[in-house]
């Protein structure tokens, strides 16, 4: 199982930004996806931001209520979080997770920077 993210950036507040999320090693279709992010000064906690499950329904949490599109394209076994009026709150690093066969992957996560 791997998750590869990707996407983030600097970016200025009130902007958007597209993070992506690709999958390989399991069957990617079956499976809800979730986004997670880090914040700076928080230590090792991953606050749970987002989800998509395999049929294509999903929600957003938290902070990124309202904020936030999370989609799903099962022929590039990808997931998509596009975030809109970004805030420097918002300034994480952000994981895709699965959890397969009784554990959790993550992947390597991706830096978003919202910053003037």
Same mark, same amino acid.
């Given at each position: 199982?791997?998750?590869? =993210?990707?996407?983030?950036? $600097? +970016? ?9 999320? &690709?999958?390989? *090693? ?10 997670? !992010?880090?914040?700076?000064?928080? *230590?090792? =906690? #991953?606050?749970?931001? &987002?989800?998509? @499950?395999?049929?294509?329904?999903? &929600?957003?949490?938290?902070?990124? %209520?309202? #904020?936030? %599109?999370?989609? !799903?394209? @099962?022929? #590039? @076994?990808? +997931?998509? $979080? ?9 300034? &994480? +690093?952000?994981?895709?997770? +699965?959890?397969?066969?009784? #554990? ?5 996560? %991706? ?6």
């Amino acid at each position: 199982v791997q998750l590869v =993210e990707s996407g983030g950036g $600097l +970016v200025q507040p009130g902007g958007s930004l597209t993070l992506s999320c &690709a999958g390989s *090693g399991f069957a990617f279709n079956s499976y809800t996806v979730y986004w997670y !992010r880090q914040a700076p000064g928080k *230590g090792k =906690e #991953r606050k749970l931001v &987002a989800h998509i @499950n395999s049929f294509g329904s999903n &929600a957003a949490y938290a902070d990124l %209520t309202g #904020r936030s %599109t999370v989609s !799903r394209d @099962n022929a #590039r @076994n990808s +997931v998509y $979080l596009q975030m809109n009026s970004l805030k420097p709150d918002d300034t &994480a +690093v952000y994981y895709c997770n +699965v959890y397969v066969a009784g #554990r959790d992957y993550w992947g390597q996560g %991706t830096q978003v920077t919202v910053s003037s």
